[in-house]
């Protein structure tokens, strides 16, 4: 399949929940990455990504990165906030979107360098022929990183790609984000629906085009520290999943928008349906607690102390969370 015929992109969404008429599988293994045989602090060479990480492994001789909330501070990969000190400079601060674990890969590095990170896993069974899924994984710009891009995509195959070097993967992607993803404070998903046409048993996330085919913007709030150039994301979330006994229009999508992830003074929660919010912290005591109108509802935490909490949204017997940082 030609490069320039691929299906295109697709939809970016920041914090959608998509729901199916039908329960459906996800086909990823540890999708979220809160699978894994030991914490490590320090920067990952890919031998020690791939004893690190259940399931998943870098494909090539680059390596992705693993960042932990729970690890000591002074890890060049902890997160958020690491109070690393070393000569590398951290690639931004972020929570990952859920539990503990996510993981981080570049999109380019130094121009025409056509350096790439990517990250694979076998799915729990392969795709049927014919049958209709969904892709998606959330990613968010590492905010001290010089630049944004383009390009982020997933690549499905039926056999697991390898290179013994650092370079751009030779595939073409059946989902892609043409546009380019500049967020640095919230989860962007990256989402879309194929029908499969070969019996697709691996995916594969990164930027599979070179350099001279990827569009790059500057980061505004880039840091300018050692090995911060180019462009890294924070990604986290992957899901296959049928999509069962319906077409494309038998998906109901319903907006929920937590806005911003590291917050000041107001918090800013969308709702497509009135929903009782709430609102813990670590410990798990609940400090806010009240059912939201539909709409746009602005919560003001300037009494709030430092720290991480839970936003908990429940509708019913449905019920999601999102963290936020204070």
């Known amino acids: 399949m030609n490069k320039s015929k691929m299906k295109k992109l697709i939809s970016v969404f920041t914090l959608s929940l998509v729901l199916f008429s039908s329960q459906a ?19 990952q060479f890919p031998s020690v990504f791939n ?11 680059a390596s992705p990165q693993v960042y932990f909330t729970n690890i000591e501070d ?38 025409s360098f056509n350096q790439r990170n990517y990250v694979q896993v076998p799915l729990s069974t392969p795709m049927t022929i014919g049958s209709q899924y969904v892709i998606e994984f959330y990613a968010s710009l590492g905010d001290s990183m010089e630049s944004a891009s383009n390009n982020l995509g997933a690549l499905l195959s039926t056999v697991a790609p390898f290179s013994n070097n650092d370079q ?6 059946q989902i892609n984000s043409n546009s380019i993803v500049d967020n640095v404070t919230d989860w962007v998903l990256i989402s ?45 979330d992957v899901r296959v999943e049928e999509v069962s006994g319906v077409g494309i ?39 806010y607690s009240k059912f939201l109108e539909r709409g746009l509802n602005t919560l003001y935490v300037s009494n709030f102390s430092k720290g991480v909490y839970v936003v908990s949204v429940q509708n019913g017997t ?7 940082v204070k």
């Not at 293994?29 to 699978?35: D, G, I, W």
């Open 25 to 43: 599988q996800n086909l990823v293994p540890n999708p979220s990455f809160e699978n894994y045989a030991n914490t490590y602090c320090g920067i």
């Open 51 to 61: 004893t690190i990480m259940y399931n998943w492994i870098s494909p090539t001789a």
């Open 74 to 111: 002074s890890c060049y990969n902890y997160q958020p906030f690491s109070q690393y000190t070393g000569p590398i400079g951290i690639k931004g601060n972020q929570i990952p979107r859920t539990g503990d674990v996510m993981l981080g890969l570049r999109t380019l590095t130094i121009p």
């Open 168 to 173: 751009v993967l030779n595939s073409t992607p």
């Open 192 to 236: 879309d629906t194929i029908v499969a046409q070969e019996a697709y048993a691996f995916i594969t996330i990164g930027n599979f085009f070179d350099d001279n085919s990827t569009t790059t913007a500057p980061n505004p709030s880039a840091s300018g520290g050692g090995g911060t150039y180019g462009a890294s994301y924070f990604i986290d």
């Open 249 to 287: 229009t038998g998906i109901e999508q319903e907006e929920l928008s937590i806005y911003p992830t590291f917050v000041t003074d107001q918090l800013n929660i969308e709702l497509s349906t009135g929903s009782l919010v709430e609102i813990l912290d670590t410990e798990g005591k609940i400090i």
């Open 318 to 324: 449905n019920r999601i969370t999102r963290r936020i």
